[in-house]
Nanobody, 117 residues
Framework: QVQLVESGGDLVQPGGSLRLSCAAS????????IGWFRQAPGKEREGVSC????????FYPDSVKGRFTISRDNAKNTVYLQMNSLKPEDTAVYSC??????????WGQGTQVTVSS
């Protein structure tokens, strides 16, 4: 069964850190570009990172650059999103998908990240 499963979402205080995981099954993740996206209630979906297949080039929008880091562990068939210096505006459901632009082939169910004191 082909699927992407996210985990690691939690409630964290402003300034805190979280690491999200995106585990793939049914396909070899390293051969695909993988993106992390987030969507807050009432807001449009926003891409927050992308890692390419092959050389693993990464992309971040200005809103998270310097705070978020995407990485890939091919042995575990998993992509991670390390999030530091979290802000309340980072609160959203975070999902992983492939590729990094629509039309998406595979899309995970999402994990909730809440940044609040």
């Amino acid at each position: 069964q082909v699927q992407l499963v996210e985990s690691g979402g939690d409630l964290v205080q402003p300034g805190g850190s979280l690491r999200l995981s995106c585990a793939a099954s049914g396909f070899t993740l390293e051969y695909y570009a993988i993106g992390w996206f987030r969507q807050a209630p009432g807001k449009e979906r926003e891409g927050v990172s992308c890692i390419s297949s092959g050389d693993g080039s990464t992309f971040y929008p200005d809103s998270v650059k310097g705070r978020f880091t995407i990485s890939r562990d091919n042995a575990k068939n998993t992509v991670y999103l390390q999030m530091n210096s979290l802000k309340p505006e980072d609160t959203a459901v975070y999902s992983c998908a492939t590729p990094c632009d629509s039309p998406f082939v595979y899309w995970g169910q999402g994990t909730q990240v809440t940044v609040s004191s």
